[in-house]
C-alpha cells in the first residue's frame, strides 16, 4: 500500500491521532484487552500518544523504543539473521518485532513500525519515507508496507496513524469474532 | 525539588525540548556517548522528542516505555520488593530503572522517570504531579524529585523537561571529567 496525502502543518492529525487514541483506548477496555508498542522510526510517537489519554494506563502495558539494530535485537527478539537478509526496514523485521513484543512483553496485541523517517538513511532501493507497520494479535500477525512523501515529522505521524488505525482494525476485528463466537 | 512554572499553552516548552534535544545530541556525537530511557509517566515523550532530531540514531539506542509494573520488573529488572516497599513512584524506582536500562540496554548514559501524571492516580501521600527523574552514567546515578501543578499534558512535558536537563548536566559533567583527565 502506497502513501496517503499528508497534513503539512501536523494540526489536523495531531486531533485525528488523538480520537484514534482514544477509540483504541474505549476498545480495549470493554473487552479488557491489553496493547504494547514496539517502535523503531516513529520513536514513542505510538505510546506518546496514547498515553496522553487519562485512564491509559488500564489497557496500554508500555512499549519498547529498538532504535538501534541491538535493542531489536536484544530487546525484542528479531533475528540478527534476518536485518541481515532484509535490512531492519522490511517487512520481515516488522513481523518479527511485533511477534517478539507480543511474546515478550505479554499483551493480547502489539504494534510495530520500522522505517526511514529521513532526511537522511534513504537509498535507491529503500527511500526516506519507506516504512512497514505490524500487528500481532489473537488473529495472528499483519504487516502492511507505507511510502510516505512527507519530511521526517510528518512521515513520523504518517506512520504512527498507520500503526494506531491498522492496530484498531485488528482489535475491531478480534472483537467481532469474539462476538460472532458467543 | 519543586515545581517550576508552566507554560499552560505547551508552545514554548515544545520548542524549548526541540533545543535540549539538539544539544544532547551535539554533546554525545562530539563524545560518542549513547543514550537510552526508561519511561513511566512520561510515556514515551522523552524518546519522540529525542527522535525529532535528524541524526538522533548516531548517539540514541533507544528506550522502554514501562508503564506497567510488570513491565519495570520485566523489563528494566526493577525488583518487585522495591515497588512493594516504596510505590512504582518512589526515588528508589527512578533509580532501579535508570540503573536497569543502563545495565540491560548497553549504553552510556540512562534518563530515567517516574511519575503521577494526573488527574487519576493521586493521593495524599503522593499527589498527582509527583515525578522523580533518574540519571544513571559513568558518574554514578543521581534521583531529584519534582512536584508539578499542571494537567496531564503540561505534567508529562515538565518531566521531560527535567529529565533532559538532568541528562544533559551529567553528560556535560561526564564530558568536564574526560577533559581534565587528558
Redesign the interface.
Known sequence: MDGQPIDPSGTAEAGELSTLAQRLQALCLAARWTVV?A?S????????T???V????GY?????????D??KE??LGVPGEVITAHGAVSAQVARAMALGALE???ATFAVSVTGI?????GSEAKPVGLTYVGVAGPGGVEVRRFAWVGD??AN?RASTRAALELLIGAVETAAATAAAAR
Chains 1, 2 share one sequence.
Open positions: 508498542s517502535e522510526c516513529t520513536g514513542g510517537m505510538i505510546v506518546d496514547l498515553t496522553d487519562p485512564g491509559s494506563s496500554l502495558l508500555g512499549g519498547i523504543v529498538a532504535y538501534s541491538a535493542l536484544g530487546q515478550r512483553l505479554g523517517a529521513g532526511p537522511d538513511g521526517r515529522a513520523k
